[in-house]
Every structure is written in structure tokens, then in C-alpha cells.
């Protein structure tokens, strides 16, 4: 065997750095940049206790370039969400990102606090910084800064970072590289890479990438939602709808100022002729990120949901089966689709039929791609409740559906299926309440002619994504005050209160600190605290709601500190 020398060593090394798409004097900030490029990542606000409750407008987000020795704004936002009633039922409490015109506040409080969710993308991120380096800005130095570790879950040392710093007077606007916009009258989404179009029922209609990752064609002809089942009146009568029986609320909330992520919430329901199911409504929440997007929504039918009333006569709906399925339009023509079954199944319109029956709960991934660039789908449904389930293809230009044997051979959309793909779910016969579930992950990739391995390396990075590990760094000034010499939890103040008190406390060192809110029966009420402090003096803040954001009664409440396995208590007195 013939010896490597070194020069043939490092050709091997080139190579191997090339085929990676690694060049030399890469960085493992680079690297993971790289490699995750399209991954969003978002932040909420109990992973960031330091900010808790800190303005909105006062938070910004750097990356540190070490080749430039520079900082540069991050494209980032910050989206708040606030806990309460449903409008259509409100006995039904949830985390809204949009206030309803039903409640009787009309906005967000513009403090960083529990649910509230900051999102950037990885691609953006740098290198790590000096941490005795600070953004060129007087007020950042005073506070210290938050040094965002992103890392590959399976790889460590595969790392890159973000800061956070906070100021009011930071001149620098948030830099906005990805183009998005909505049109309300077409309820379409448009960024930079890719569109969107959503039809009157709210299932999407259109998906184009744009030139040059794609061919700027749309491709898609309508995701198809069918449903099997019986109408019990006096006798069973067999029902069959599709996705033109949703129903959609006329309300959209969607967000005003999208940097990194268009987040659009609707209400929908089931409609059987001029009957609006509002008792089973449900919200979905689609979430646009500058390559991918996210929809999830659903809702639990059993029997006694879905009765109606027609004339005084009770009527009784039970779904059999479900699919939910993705069909092209002719633009898809010469793509191949992959899956983890299926190596590159041409779509062309020519009758084939490939279906695979699968474990549930389901987490199954398809990538469908060509000169129009690439779609790739992961659909996971935790529902137990089904009997069994498949992956659902056809292709045939001359229309009709593969189970019309279920669904009879009534087509909606174009009247032709280009590689129509998606999930059949059928259930047991002895079973009768089942679950709707729209819970899919997309990405719209500018890239073109991928591979089945392709596919699988995008599935494992939404099932493994990025881990993210905050950590504190004192700011220029606070490293000139002095430490405190103890671990002290001061008294609150004002107290008694009535509104919010500010909780103040010492720490002799660095820690992770927990800090809680008790009832007088010692039931725990509210985790103000649970990360990463450095030494000094801290100020949190309790308004009187508890971990669901719920105003709690009048009455003394404990507050408890935690670190390093010591722990102290103060008394508060809570008077509405």
C-alpha cells in the first residue's frame, strides 16, 4: 500500500472540508451556521430571567464577528403573548399572540416576561466575543450582557453565539434581510424566498420559490383535507366532506412588523350546510420563518361534540377517517419526491400508487424536489385514538384519489393529482371519538435537485433542534461595584401592595437561582426565577398573577430564594 506523505494527507483533508461545504479557515461558528442555515430558533422569556419584565424596546441582539473584530444587530423581534378567555369559547383559557377586539384590553404590556418569545435565526449568529467587550453604547455597559450559546444537540463543539444587550438608547434600527409582507386580500405571505397563498377555507393553496433557488412557479394545487363518516338520523347515512366543510372565522390576526417570523392566527370550525360547529372551533397558528414555516392547530371530536339539531331532531356525526394530504399542481411536473420508504418517485401524472402503513404516533417526513426548487414536509400527530395509519401518494393527472373506495371519486381542487402525498388516518370500529390535528413543519428551500439524504438530514434537525444555554456576563461598570458578602433576600417593596412589588436580593457568587412565589397553604403560585445570576444585586418584579398569568386573591404570600442548596423566605401581603 502506498504511504500517504503530508501533502497527500492535506489534499485528503481539502477534500473532505470541501465536500462538507467547510473551507478553509471556517470557523465552528461558521460551521454551524452553515450547516443549520435555515433553522429559526426562538427564545422565550422564563429561558431569560434576567430580562424579566425588562422593555421590550430596551432588548437587542448582537453577533460578534471575530475576522472584523465587530458587532453586528442580528435581524431578530420579539413577540408577546398574553393569557386568557377564547372569544368563541370562553371557557377555554390559552396563550394568545394577538389581543381579540373581545377583550377589554386592546395590547400587549411591552415588558419581556414568561410566554414571550424572542426569535432570530441561526444563520445570523457569530463568534464568541471577549467577555470583556461591549457594544460601543454607554447604558449596555451599565447592565450585563447574555451570552447565547447555540449548540448542535449531538455535537457540542459545534457552537456558535448571539448577545443580547439592553439599552433605550441604542440608535441602530434591527436590520430586515428577508423581505416579509402580507396581503390580507389575497391572505397571502411573501418573503424574500418564498410565497404562500391560503384560500377561503384558511388550508394553503399556492407555494412558489422564488428565482434563483427556485423556478418561481407555483406549485401547488391545495392541501386537501377529507373526511369518511355516518349521519346517525333514524338511520346511518354515509357522509363524505372535504376541506371546503372547514369553516373559517372572518377574524386574522396576523403580525404588523415581521423581521424573522410572520406569526397568522385564525379560528376555524366544521360547517355541514348552514350549521356552524362553533362548540368544536379551534385555533391554528401558522408561523413563517424566513425558509420554513409551521402549522399547528386541532381540535377533539367525540360524539357528544358533534351533535346538532335539525328541526328539534337530534343528529348524531361520527368520523370514520381522516387524510390530510398535499397535492401539486402540472409546475410539479419532473420533480421527484423522497421519503424514508421511497427513493425518488418521479411526478410526472402517470398512475402510481405507493402507500406504506405506519407506527402512531406519527413523524414522517417527505422532501419533493427539482428545478422549482424544494418542499420538504414533516407531519407529526401525537393521536392515539386512531386505528391505524398510512402514508397516502398518487399521481395521476387524470385526477380522481387513490381510497375513493372511502371518499368517493369527487376531486376538489385542480381535478388532477400530481403527487398528491399526505397521511390516511382510519379509526376502529368500535371507536367513535378521534382528533383533527393539522401539526406540520415546511420548509421552502432555495436549492434545487436534493437527495433522499437530503431529506433525512432536514427530518433530524427538526427532531433534534439547536440547544440554546444562556449565560450572564457582568457589564464594565457592574465589575467595579463590590460584591456583596452574603446571600440575602431583602424585603420586598412596596408592602403591603396592590399592583406589583419589586423583590429585591444579593448574591455572594455566581448561581443558578430559583425564586418562587408560595400560598399561605404552601401551594407553589408563581416561578419568577429559574436560571443562571451572576454575583451582585438583583430586582424582580410580581404583579400578583400566577404561573397562568391569573390574578391571585388578597392574602400573605411566601417568597422563597434558592441557590447552592441554601434557601431563605420573606413574607409578602398581597391587598387588591
Known sequence: MKKITVTHKYFLVFILATSLGIGWGTTRAQELCNVRKYEPVVITAKQLPSLNNVPVREIYLYAYHDSTSSWAMMPFQIDERTYGPD????????????IPEEWSTDHHDGKFYEHDELVFMVRDLGDKAPDRLFIDNEEAKTHP???LIVQDPENPALKAYGYIFRSSTIPDTVPEPYGFNYFAEQDSIVTKY??????ENGTVDGIVIKKPGGNGEDILDLLKIRFHGIIDLYVPIPLIANE?????????????????????CVNMTLKFGDFVADNVAFPVVAKFYPFSGTIRGGTSLAPEDLKMFYGG???LIILKDLRESWDYNSNAIGMKFYNQYNNGLIIDGNPDLVNKTIDIPVNAWDLTTGKQGSLFKIGQFKEQKWGSVELYYYDNKNGGQADSLIFGDFDTGDNMSYGDNGVLFQNKPDQDSVTIELNYTVYFLP???LTQSDGERLAHFVNNPVKISPQLIAGVEQREQ???TSFNLKQNYPNPFNNSTVIPFNLSTSGHVQLQIFDSNGSLVKTLADGWFISGTHHLYWDGSDDNNRQVPSGIYFCRISLLGLSQTRKLLFIK
Open 244 to 264: 371546503n366543510y372547514l369553516y373559517l372565522y372572518p377574524e386574522k390576526y396576523v403580525t404588523e412588523h415581521p423581521v424573522v417570523r410572520l406569526v397568522r
Open 194 to 199: 418564498y410565497a404562500i397563498g391560503l384560500n
Open 87 to 98: 372569544p368563541i369559547n370562553p371557557e377555554i383559557s390559552r396563550w394568545f399572540y394577538f
Open 313 to 315: 331532531v337530534e343528529v
Open 482 to 484: 463590590s460584591i456583596p
Open 145 to 147: 450582557k447574555i451570552e
Open 447 to 449: 436549492e434545487k435537485h
